[in-house]
């Protein structure tokens, strides 16, 4: 079955501590996405790239980072810069072009110990 | 950006009633969503709809483009609506950056 796949479900990460979440795609997309959701809130988009080796940020970048080797897979880091990292990640993908339709993972649960 | 609002920010509802989600946004829009989010996180797309109406079942969505808002209504309904719903809108001219409203959560109770 064509689909987002985001691991690992939950994860803890320390005090200065850097941890990466995957995100992989087989539905052949070119644009992907990464965004972040606290409780009660919307989305707020974090980083996207529409095409291997090119990524842009969105509107809360600090303290992210991510990278597009492949065309398949968008991981994001969370590093130690990001002061308040406990949300819900989703990872979503979009195949450019007159209709453009936005296709979600299952979603991360970061949480700081 | 473009600023999107979402209405009511909650509501529940009896089994079987029906209800209008609204959607308002600040900005002429060439792409907009209707989402559902279930109790587990996951979002699902229910409707692409910059313009006009459509149908699914008992979903339905209008968008009415240079009034800038969307309805989403839901018809007779089951306690697997329950969920937030999101409308998520990119901007005309700004390349495909969604912006995402703050969600109505619909409680169905039985």
């Known amino acids: 079955d064509g689909g987002i796949t985001q691991s690992p479900k939950y994860l803890f990460r320390k005090e200065g501590q850097n941890v990466t979440l995957s995100c992989e795609q087989n539905?052949?997309?070119?644009?992907m996405y990464w965004y972040r959701q606290d409780p009660g809130q919307g989305l707020r988009l974090i980083y996207y790239?529409?095409?291997?080796?090119?990524?842009q940020k969105g509107d809360i970048a600090e303290g992210y980072s991510v990278s597009r080797e492949k065309k398949e897979s968008f991981p994001l880091t969370v590093t130690s810069a990001q002061k308040n990292p406990t949300a819900f990640y989703l990872c979503?993908?979009?195949?450019?072009?007159?209709?453009?339709?936005?296709?979600f993972g299952s979603g991360t649960q970061l949480s700081v110990l | 950006g473009i600023q999107v609002e979402q209405s009511p920010p909650d509501l529940i509802l009896q089994e079987g009633a029906n209800s209008t989600l609204r959607c308002n946004f600040s900005?002429?829009?060439?792409?907009l969503q209707w989402f559902h989010q279930n109790p587990w996180g996951q979002l699902i797309n229910l409707f692409y709809?910059?313009?006009g109406t459509k149908q699914n079942g008992r979903l339905s969505a209008t968008t009415v483009a240079t009034e800038r808002y969307s309805l989403l209504y839901i018809s007779s309904s089951q306690t697997t609506d329950s969920g937030v719903y999101f409308c998520?809108?990119?901007?005309?001219?700004?390349?495909?950056?969604?912006?995402f409203g703050t969600g109505t959560s619909l409680t169905v109770i039985p």
């Open positions: 998520a809108v990119v901007k005309l001219g700004t390349g495909n950056q969604f912006y």
């Open positions: 979503a993908s979009s195949e450019p072009g007159h209709i453009e339709k936005l296709f």
């Open positions: 539905l052949n997309h070119d644009a």
């Open positions: 709809i910059p313009s």
């Open positions: 900005d002429s829009v060439n792409n």
């Open positions: 790239s529409q095409i291997v080796n090119d990524f």
